[in-house]
């Protein structure tokens, strides 16, 4: 709807209403079989209505029935734009355009996105259940084990095995 004009707001759920109803009851075009009004916007000045429809079209035949669906909807937008005229009351109609809305079937990809998704996590699920470790179960030491009694290397540093082949009296000249 509008942003922040509440008699904009106003105006498009009216519209929308008109548009939907009139389409049903005057509107005798086979084409418009199927159409639904999603949202109407109205810009601040009530100049322009912008006018999301949408089809439930049958299997492979969808571009050809949103074509002439929207061929129908520019043909009828005359007699719309006076139906609505007629119904709010103003002193100038807004200009009707008719968009078609993308959002429904952008919304079936996202679900059927989210479908195989869930799969994989199921799968993933199923295979944590009987997954076990590669090594240890657990790899760490841990305070309360009884520590090895190691014995330090530099215990057993035998000092005369050293030689450096330096003697200490000798000057370096």
Do not use: C
Request: glycine share 6%.
């Amino acid at each position: 709807m509008a942003g922040t004009n509440p008699r904009a707001a106003r105006i498009a759920a009216l519209i929308q209403r008109v548009i939907a109803s009139s389409m049903e009851s005057q509107l005798h075009d086979k084409r418009l079989f199927n159409v639904t009004i999603t949202e109407v916007r109205v810009t601040n000045d009530l100049q322009l209505a912008k006018i999301y429809w949408t089809q439930l079209g049958h299997d492979g035949h969808e571009q050809g029935e949103r074509k002439r669906a929207a061929q129908a909807l520019k043909q009828a937008s005359g007699r719309l734009r006076t139906l609505v005229g007629q119904k709010a009351g103003l002193r100038l109609t807004p200009q009707l355009q008719f968009i078609f809305d993308e959002v429904p079937g952008e919304a079936h990809e996202i679900e059927d996105i989210l479908a195989v998704a869930r799969k994989r996590d199921e799968e993933l699920a199923r295979s944590r259940a009987t997954a076990q470790y590669a090594g240890d179960a657990d790899p760490y030491k841990h305070d309360d084990e009884p520590e090895d009694d190691e014995t330090d290397d530099f215990d057993d540093f035998d000092e005369s095995d050293e030689s450096d082949g330096f003697d200490g009296d000798r000057d370096a000249a």
